[in-house]
């Protein structure tokens, strides 16, 4: 138990749904993170929210949409995915965000996309 | 942004210590080295970190070279629980894994 709790835990839709990920965290954490993990590329960060305001978007496609009406909680919208979207997406918190602060990860959401 | 390299496996015997060594010769005086292990089917694990001197806790050692351009994690006593892929990451506010380690460890 991490103390971040992603659903679903997995996901098959089509390229044409609409649909979202959620991810909650008990740990009392400012900063949250959306990140995504491919077969064939390492861990990739795509979303940071820094006390529920957004400070990085690592040049994520439009089709992914984060939202943090919280501290505690960060949802990705998804829609009109393609093929090379089927991956795991992982949500992490940490106090804040710093260069120093660890990072607690959730168990992901396996996405497959049709 | 600095980058690390890794061996990508290492084999262990239960028991026996493991050393897992990074090399990150273009770190910066601010990054902070952090270590993260992913094992199967869950989401990445904080192992240890550290700036420049070496550091302790309950699952592992960070041994942090002079110069800084290195470092190694070390994992006592080996158990078959530690087998995952172990990642040495830098400036963690911008962060990518690299590939990682994927260690072994034979009964």
């Known amino acids: 138990e991490t103390g971040v709790t992603q659903t679903p835990r997995h996901l098959v839709m089509g390229m044409t749904n609409k649909k979202s990920l959620k991810c909650e965290q008990h740990l009392g954490h400012n900063a949250m993170y959306w990140y995504k993990q491919s077969a064939k590329k390492p861990l990739e960060l795509m979303f940071v929210?820094?006390?529920?305001?957004?400070?990085e978007n690592n040049s994520v496609p439009s089709r992914f949409s984060p939202e943090c009406p919280n501290s505690s909680h960060l949802f990705l919208h998804l829609h009109t995915l393609q093929p090379e979207d089927s991956a795991l997406y992982l949500c992490a918190s940490s106090q804040e965000w710093r260069v120093n602060q660890p990072q607690h990860f959730g168990d992901g959401t396996r996405l497959s996309i049709l | 942004d600095a980058k690390t390299t890794q061996p990508n496996s290492m084999e262990s015997n239960e028991e026996e210590p493991v050393h897992l060594p990074c090399n990150h010769s273009?770190?910066?005086?601010?990054?902070?080295i952090h270590w993260y292990r992913q094992l199967p089917s869950q989401g990445p694990e904080y192992v240890i970190h550290?700036?420049?001197s070496n550091v302790n806790n309950r699952m592992a050692s960070l041994a942090i070279a002079e110069d800084r351009k290195s470092s190694t994690l070390i994992l006592h006593r080996a158990t078959l629980r530690d087998a995952a892929v172990y990642y040495c990451i830098l400036r963690f506010n911008k962060l990518t894994f690299g590939g990682g380690t994927r260690v072994l460890v034979k009964p």
């Open positions: 273009t770190i910066s005086g601010t990054d902070y």
């Open positions: 929210y820094n006390f529920k305001e957004q400070t």
């Open positions: 550290g700036l420049t």
